[in-house]
């Protein structure tokens, strides 16, 4: 692919923006590794998490929100991690300091939005591995982070190079192509690029790391291809959905082995994409817990 000429030195300011991208608050790094180690308790995450009263106030309401749904009142955050599972901390922890890092609004950058798309997917990505649960064993939560996460990139653009990626959205809009590829044209790096370099920087874990770096180009993940297929398809299900970033926006192609790998037949397909319609609403509360 052939960019413009000047997104070499585009693409240098991006790099050396991400140099000064802060790091996450410590103790986020530390409830991440506590949540990803195999000899962690419940208790343990619960004493962590209560060192911050913000999380504790957004753990308990998470956890007793519609969005999930659990019949009696949760009043101990210990009893939140037990009920919740790790990887649904992990996805309320990452997200809301995501959030905390990059609060501002930009001319031309709907933040709700970007957070809806991403919660949507997040949803999606749930919803086909409960679909699947019989025949794939894989976290529907683990699938919910990797979901919310997986276009991080854009907020690192948005932050750093905005002028350039207003450009960037000019250009995808006027060619009719795909924003990724915009992004490879103008600024000479994707914002799947951005997350290999975010997953470094704040040593995520590998199933993250992946789901950042192939939701585009699932074919090219050596690990974890379930994941990372799952959240490609969750991307373009939100997206067929009206849920993208942009309005009228270039949806990206569908890999034509996901629905092989994943198994997802055109039945399959409908009752998923059904149970998608009628779950959109419940990204509105998740998203008003993590803001």
């Keep these: 692919m052939q960019v413009s000429h000047s997104a070499r030195e585009r693409y240098q300011r991006v790099i050396e923006s991400i140099d000064n991208l802060p790091s996450l608050p410590a103790i986020v790094t530390r409830l991440m590794q506590v949540v990803n180690s195999p000899d962690t308790s419940a208790d343990d995450a619960a004493k962590l998490i209560e060192k911050d009263p913000a999380l504790t106030s957004k753990m308990l309401r998470l956890a007793n929100s519609a969005f999930y749904g659990i019949p009696r009142s949760i009043s101990s955050v210990a009893s939140a991690v037990v009920i919740l599972g790790f990887n649904t901390i992990r996805s309320l922890v990452l997200s809301a300091s995501v959030m905390q890092m990059f609060p501002g609004e930009k001319s031309g950058f709907d933040k709700d939005r970007f957070w809806k798309h991403s919660i949507v997917c997040a949803i999606a990505a749930k919803i086909m591995v409960r679909h699947f649960m019989s025949i794939r064993m894989m976290d529907p939560e683990s699938a919910f982070c990797a979901g919310i996460l997986h276009d991080i990139g854009k907020l690192i653009f948005n932050e750093f190079v905005h002028d350039d990626y207003m450009e960037a959205f000019e250009f995808s809009a006027k060619k009719k192509v795909p924003l990724v590829q915009a992004e490879k044209m103008i600024l000479g790096i994707d914002h799947a690029e951005i997350g290999k370099i975010l997953s470094d920087k704040w040593a995520l874990p590998l199933d993250l790391e992946f789901s950042l770096v192939y939701h585009h180009e699932p074919a090219a993940a050596n690990n974890i291809t379930d994941l990372v297929t799952t959240v490609h398809m969750a991307d373009i299900l ?17 890999w034509n082995q996901a629905r092989a790998v994943l198994k ?14 009628s779950s959109v609403e419940k990204s509105v509360e998740f998203l008003s817990i993590i803001n």
């Design 264 to 277: 997802i037949t055109d039945e399959d397909y409908s009752r998923i994409f059904s149970t998608l319609e």
């Design 238 to 254: 939100a997206n067929r959905l009206g849920m993208g970033l942009i309005d009228d926006g270039i949806c990206n192609d569908e």
